[in-house]
T-cell receptor
Framework: QKEVEQNSGPLSVPEGAIASLNCTYS??????FFWYRQYSGKSPELIMF????GDKEDGRFTAQLNKASQYVSLLIRDSQPSDSATYLC????????????FGSGTQLTVLP | SQTIHQWPATLVQPVGSPLSLECTVE??????LYWYRQAAGRGLQLLFY??????ISSEVPQNLSASRPQDRQFILSSKKLLLSDSGFYLC????????????FGPGTRLTVL
């Protein structure tokens, strides 16, 4: 069974700090990786995607991928209270180009 | 630009009643469409996906069904709701740019009493 694992949290960081969210996946052949942000009561919003090993930066967000370790992470620099949400990791599994497998999410709280 | 609509936004239904949730997409043609369910405090569970009119794949055996009567319309139905059907139902479409990105509609929150 292809799985995506996330620490459910809650993760609390002070305003201005770096928040680090982690995700591991079991399907070694996975090629595409996504991070979604979900505010309470709202639908998930795509914030980052990464396909290649290494780092990808977009504003205050950095996605990191290590395929050898089957590990993908999201760093949020200069965390703001508005970043408080649940962050979902999603993986495009091998042989299922049109589908995503989601982790259960990590709840992040940024304390003012 | 592409837009995805879902209705109703919220729904409270008694056990045993029927269900019909609708999803429509604007600004794209022949999209891949998905129905997910998110139980309280849980991740997303893929229920159905469709690659075209009349083409439905079911991921989880249950008392739900899906239909795609038009290119940009995806419907989730049930003949008799169970308490366990409560949850947040999300429709999503797959971007056509080859990056396998899925984008979600606003969702329908269903409570079965």
């Amino acid at each position: 069974q292809k799985e995506v694992e996330q620490n459910s949290g809650p993760l609390s960081v002070p305003e201005g700090a770096i928040a680090s969210l982690n995700c591991t996946y079991s399907d070694r052949g996975s090629q595409s990786f996504f991070w979604y942000r979900q505010y309470s009561g709202k639908s998930p919003e795509l914030i980052m995607f990464i396909y290649s090993n290494g780092d990808k930066e977009d504003g205050r967000f950095t996605a990191q991928l290590n395929k050898a370790s089957q590990y993908v992470s999201l760093l949020i620099r200069d965390s703001q209270p508005s970043d408080s949400a649940t962050y979902l990791c999603a993986v495009n599994p091998t042989g299922s180009a049109r589908q995503l497998t989601f982790g259960s999410g990590t709840q992040l709280t940024v304390l003012p | 630009s592409q837009t995805i609509h879902q209705w109703p936004a919220t729904l409270v239904q008694p056990v045993g009643s029927p269900l019909s949730l609708e999803c429509t997409v604007e600004g794209t043609s022949n999209p891949n469409l998905y129905w997910y369910r998110q139980a309280a405090g849980r991740g997303l569970q893929l229920l159905f996906y469709s690659v075209g009119i009349g083409q439905i794949s079911s991921e989880v055996p249950q008392n739900l069904s899906a239909s795609r009567p038009q290119d940009r319309q995806f419907i989730l139905s049930s003949k008799k709701l169970l308490l366990s059907d409560s949850g947040f139902y999300l429709c999503a479409w797959l971007s056509s740019g080859g990056r396998n990105e899925q984008f979600f509609g606003p969702g329908t929150r269903l409570t079965v009493l």
